[in-house]
């Protein structure tokens, strides 16, 4: 049992120690996740690595009891772990998106390149909302294609550590990949 599963455990357990001993051991692994989630994020990004690492980790260590998306919190290794790390940042930028948007922060408005002014070309919507639904609907359809690809998309993890992590042999991960891409890309032009 690694240090990290052993103070996930005492956390489940109610240990209100465990949490300020498991910051430190995982703190640079998610905030280099942090960082490559943020670095795909369009340029004008207000939230920094270091916010978004704090706030998912509010979200995975809270008080002895808390509930998150329903469930009761319960990790089974480090791995398991950092794939709930990966959902809780997902969760956090899609939130803060929906705000960014939301028509009493003037989300109703659109930035327009000046040279787009001209041409009338109306923006896309905002990338990460389109890419959420479509991969909440490719989770209908798919739960572990839709879980692959927010462990590579949101988690920054190559292929095979995502297999591992949905608990899948590479060739079925690739398959998965495979499917996925195509039809993410269905529902997104669809859109």
């Known amino acids: 049992m690694t240090e990290v599963t052993r103070i996930l455990s005492a956390i ?10 498991l910051l430190p051991l995982v703190y640079d692994e998610l905030r280099k996740l942090a960082a490559q989630r943020l670095a795909q994020e ?13 706030e998912a980790y509010l979200r995975l260590v809270a008080s002895p009891g808390h509930e998150t998306g329903g469930a009761e919190l319960q990790w089974n290794s480090r791995s398991h772990f950092f794939a709930a790390a990966a959902e809780a940042m997902r969760r956090i930028l899609v939130d803060q998106a929906r705000r960014k948007q939301a ?3 003037g989300g ?22 389109d890419i959420d639904a479509a991969l909440t609907r490719l989770a209908a359809e798919d739960s572990q294609a839709a879980r692959l690809i927010q462990l590579r998309y949101f988690a920054g993890l190559s292929l095979e550590a995502a297999a591992e992590i ?3 042999a590479r060739s079925t991960a690739y398959e998965h990949w495979a499917f996925a891409r195509v039809r993410l890309k269905s529902f997104l032009d669809s859109d």
């Open 103 to 105: 028509d009493k922060r």
């Open 12 to 21: 489940e357990q109610g240990d209100p120690h465990a949490a300020e001993q």
């Open 42 to 54: 369009k340029p004008g990004q207000t939230l920094q690595a270091t916010a978004l690492v704090h």
């Open 166 to 168: 949905v608990g899948i």
């Open 108 to 129: 109703g408005g659109r930035r327009v390149p000046l040279h787009a002014v001209d041409g009338g070309v109306e923006p896309r919507a905002d990338d990460l909302l």
